[in-house]
């Protein structure tokens, strides 16, 4: 059965950083193109960032420059490091793996709240 633990969210003063981890079981994380999604509250889920099996990644335009998504395929476990964190930035944060995830937050996500 796969699961996902994602951790790392809180509370952030805008201009900060925090880190979002995404530990993959019950699957093969190398062989998957993963990613993080958003959720705001009363906003749609937005696709925040993608990194591929070969690690390519891709970015939301309102997080380029800010965010870096990376992967530990040794550790089965994915990261979205968020800099220069804004007001906006303030969502649930899910990770996606291959088709797992990519409808709904398939673990229980992280909350981030970025305010003064």
């Known amino acids: 059965q796969v699961q996902f633990v994602e951790f790392g969210g809180g509370l952030a003063q805008p201009g900060g950083s925090l880190r979002l981890s995404c530990v993959v079981a019950?699957?093969?994380?190398?062989?998957?193109?993963t990613g993080w999604y958003r959720q705001a509250s009363g906003k749609q889920r937005e696709l925040v960032a993608t990194?591929?099996?070969?690690?390519?990644?891709t970015y939301a335009n309102s997080v380029k420059d800010r965010f870096t998504i990376s992967r530990d395929n040794a550790k089965n476990t994915m990261y979205l490091q968020m800099n220069s964190l804004k007001p906006d930035d303030t969502a649930v944060y899910c990770c996606?793996?291959?088709?797992?995830?990519?409808?709904?937050?398939w673990g229980q996500g992280t909350q981030v709240t970025v305010s003064s």
């Open positions: 996606y793996v291959g088709n797992w995830g990519r409808d709904n937050c």
């Open positions: 019950g699957t093969i994380l190398r062989l998957y193109d």
């Open positions: 990194i591929s099996s070969r690690h390519t990644t």
